[in-house]
């Protein structure tokens, strides 16, 4: 993370003197501000806004780490017996699998899960003036929910009080991130960041080819294994045999990750045959539960391999938060009056900024 | 008679430089009166579609036909970068053969379609917005989840005698 350099500087000060506005507008052209380094949400970037993390980066390094440590057991120990009695084909299937694998990972992690940027003032005042607060005396009023109609099933819209703004049908606000995501699916701690509309895909490809590739690596221990105590040998004397054990290791790891990846690939299978998302089976949005109203997922194209290819297939939206951007000098201005003070860190880096 | 036209040829030079200057002032500093926001329709989904009610600010600016047009041919744009067809479904799978590395150099169908919407924008606030007052500002840079048109003050071209 760049070190952010800014001075406090008194707002007041600043609207009655021009030539402090000369100062800043030089300070300012010196350097421009980027607009990751004032992104409100708890995010982390890298490579100058390029690449974008939530803040806790979770069991990220222990992924990698396992995943890493295992196929570079199983590259050390048991490939050079198996492509001594089955074939050369192993490792290449498994370095094809290991790169899928490490590469889908790092793009689930590092890629923008759809986080819809926050209102802006103007925005949030407009929705204030459309909703009806009933002289609420109350900071916060009651909890606002706006109905629509989607394929002729209601949808429930509800208001994020962080973000300011009606929550997209299928958006959730997460808590951990501090973002609203589209289609938020979950935040994932193995992976560091959320699942939602723009990297899901990227996950479920992740899962997928680690299931093959735990899959693969556990057969091809077993197979050395049994090689190794066919020729004579007892089982007990072959795990010995083989060297220092380690295939062992590799047993126990792919033994134990391979139930949680290949249930949890079936799940997403599953939701993404019926175009849902973890967050609405889990809520049980569209469930029959509801008694007599017509509840079903709106969503759906009512067609497997419809709803495969729009999830996985479909076009890749943009990410909606544009990292990289410049600051305009609008933007850096603060239109907000002191009794705003929600995001107190955003106007505090946003004065250094300001322009007249 | 000389001395009536020298007075009206010096009117006309007096109100052109305060036109001119009117319309710098303009430029420089235009004073906002209102936004006016136009709030997604989500009606068919999830899908980005702008909703076409013409907002009662804009009654005496702007027509309700330049305005439809506008809505209806974003929702257009938006809706072929959305398009699920042959061309999208053999970018998803490409991409998904090359384990996704194919979009650090390839520019996306949306990203396409992305910059016709800006195109367009310009386009229309040459055309239609900047003569009324008025500023479209591209959706994206709103998140996708409104259109925002800002009303300025309308200072008329009013000579100063």
Redesign the interface.
């Given at each position: 993370m760049r070190n952010c350099e800014y001075q406090q500087i008194d707002p007041l000060a600043l609207s009655v003197a021009p030539a402090s506005v000369q100062n800043l507008t030089d300070k300012k052209a010196e350097r421009l501000r980027r607009k990751w380094e004032v992104f409100p949400g708890k995010n982390r970037f890298f490579c100058d806004g390029r690449v974008i993390v939530a803040r806790q980066s979770g069991v990220l390094p222990l992924t990698l780490g396992l995943i890493v440590v295992t196929c570079g057991l199983f590259f050390a120990f048991d490939c050079p017996f198996l492509v001594e009695h089955l074939t050369v084909f192993i490792p290449v299937i498994g370095g094809v699998l290991f790169v899928f694998v490490v590469l889908s990972l790092l793009r689930t992690s590092f890629t923008d899960p759809g986080i819809l940027p926050r209102a802006t003032l103007d925005e949030a005042a407009d929705i204030e003036k459309q909703i009806d607060t009933s002289g609420s005396s109350s900071y916060r009023p009651p909890p606002r929910t706006k109905e629509i109609l989607i394929n002729q099933q209601v949808v429930k819209l509800k208001y994020c009080f962080t973000c300011k703004m009606f929550r997209p049908p299928r958006t959730s606000h997460c808590s951990l991130c501090d973002n609203c995501v589209e289609r938020f699916d979950h935040h994932c701690p193995w992976v560091g960041n959320c699942v939602g509309k723009r990297n899901y895909r990227f996950f479920y490809s992740f899962i997928i080819s680690l299931s093959f590739l735990t899959s693969f690596i556990f057969g091809c221990v077993i197979a050395h294994i049994t090689l190794r105590s066919q020729s004579g040998k007892s089982l007990i004397q072959a795990i010995q045999e083989s060297p220092a054990r380690y295939p062992l290791m590799e047993l126990v790891i792919c033994f134990f990750s391979i139930w949680s990846i290949l249930g949890l690939s079936g799940f997403h299978t599953y939701l993404v045959a019926s175009n849902l998302t973890t967050n609405e089976d889990i809520k049980g949005s569209w469930s029959s539960k509801r008694g007599a109203e017509e509840s079903g997922n709106p969503y759906t194209y009512n067609s497997i391999l419809a709803n495969c290819c729009v999830t996985l297939c479909g076009p890749m939206p943009p990410s909606l938060i544009d990292r990289r951007g410049f600051l305009s000098p609008e933007e850096s201005v603060p239109t907000v009056s002191a009794s705003e003070i929600e995001v107190p860190s955003f106007a505090a880096k946003n004065d250094a900024n300001m322009v007249g | 008679m000389a001395t009536t036209d020298l007075n009206c040829s010096e009117f006309h030079n007096d109100q052109i430089a305060t036109l001119s200057t009117h319309s710098l002032q303009e430029l420089q500093h235009p004073v906002v009166s209102t936004?006016v926001?136009i709030q997604?329709d989500?009606?068919?989904?999830?899908l980005c579609k702008f909703q076409n009610k013409f907002p009662a600010e804009l009654e005496s600016r702007l027509d309700r036909q330049h305005f439809e047009e506008t809505i209806q041919t974003l929702n257009n744009l938006y809706a072929e970068?959305?398009?699920?067809g042959g061309k999208?479904?053999l970018?998803?799978?490409l991409?998904?053969l090359t384990?996704?590395?194919i979009?650090l150099c390839m520019e996306?169908?949306?990203?396409k379609v992305?910059r016709k919407v800006a195109r367009y924008i310009k386009e229309q606030n040459e055309k239609v917005y900047i003569p009324r007052s008025l500023l479209l500002t591209d959706p994206?840079?709103?998140?996708?989840?409104?259109i925002?048109i800002t009303v300025f003050e309308d200072r008329g071209f009013v000579p100063t005698s």
């Amino acid at each position: 993370m760049r070190n952010c350099e800014y001075q406090q500087i008194d707002p007041l000060a600043l609207s009655v003197a021009p030539a402090s506005v000369q100062n800043l507008t030089d300070k300012k052209a010196e350097r421009l501000r980027r607009k990751w380094e004032v992104f409100p949400g708890k995010n982390r970037f890298f490579c100058d806004g390029r690449v974008i993390v939530a803040r806790q980066s979770g069991v990220l390094p222990l992924t990698l780490g396992l995943i890493v440590v295992t196929c570079g057991l199983f590259f050390a120990f048991d490939c050079p017996f198996l492509v001594e009695h089955l074939t050369v084909f192993i490792p290449v299937i498994g370095g094809v699998l290991f790169v899928f694998v490490v590469l889908s990972l790092l793009r689930t992690s590092f890629t923008d899960p759809g986080i819809l940027p926050r209102a802006t003032l103007d925005e949030a005042a407009d929705i204030e003036k459309q909703i009806d607060t009933s002289g609420s005396s109350s900071y916060r009023p009651p909890p606002r929910t706006k109905e629509i109609l989607i394929n002729q099933q209601v949808v429930k819209l509800k208001y994020c009080f962080t973000c300011k703004m009606f929550r997209p049908p299928r958006t959730s606000h997460c808590s951990l991130c501090d973002n609203c995501v589209e289609r938020f699916d979950h935040h994932c701690p193995w992976v560091g960041n959320c699942v939602g509309k723009r990297n899901y895909r990227f996950f479920y490809s992740f899962i997928i080819s680690l299931s093959f590739l735990t899959s693969f690596i556990f057969g091809c221990v077993i197979a050395h294994i049994t090689l190794r105590s066919q020729s004579g040998k007892s089982l007990i004397q072959a795990i010995q045999e083989s060297p220092a054990r380690y295939p062992l290791m590799e047993l126990v790891i792919c033994f134990f990750s391979i139930w949680s990846i290949l249930g949890l690939s079936g799940f997403h299978t599953y939701l993404v045959a019926s175009n849902l998302t973890t967050n609405e089976d889990i809520k049980g949005s569209w469930s029959s539960k509801r008694g007599a109203e017509e509840s079903g997922n709106p969503y759906t194209y009512n067609s497997i391999l419809a709803n495969c290819c729009v999830t996985l297939c479909g076009p890749m939206p943009p990410s909606l938060i544009d990292r990289r951007g410049f600051l305009s000098p609008e933007e850096s201005v603060p239109t907000v009056s002191a009794s705003e003070i929600e995001v107190p860190s955003f106007a505090a880096k946003n004065d250094a900024n300001m322009v007249g | 008679m000389a001395t009536t036209d020298l007075n009206c040829s010096e009117f006309h030079n007096d109100q052109i430089a305060t036109l001119s200057t009117h319309s710098l002032q303009e430029l420089q500093h235009p004073v906002v009166s209102t936004k006016v926001f136009i709030q997604r329709d989500y009606s068919s989904g999830t899908l980005c579609k702008f909703q076409n009610k013409f907002p009662a600010e804009l009654e005496s600016r702007l027509d309700r036909q330049h305005f439809e047009e506008t809505i209806q041919t974003l929702n257009n744009l938006y809706a072929e970068a959305e398009k699920l067809g042959g061309k999208s479904y053999l970018e998803g799978c490409l991409a998904c053969l090359t384990a996704y590395t194919i979009f650090l150099c390839m520019e996306t169908q949306y990203e396409k379609v992305l910059r016709k919407v800006a195109r367009y924008i310009k386009e229309q606030n040459e055309k239609v917005y900047i003569p009324r007052s008025l500023l479209l500002t591209d959706p994206i840079e709103r998140g996708l989840r409104v259109i925002e048109i800002t009303v300025f003050e309308d200072r008329g071209f009013v000579p100063t005698s």
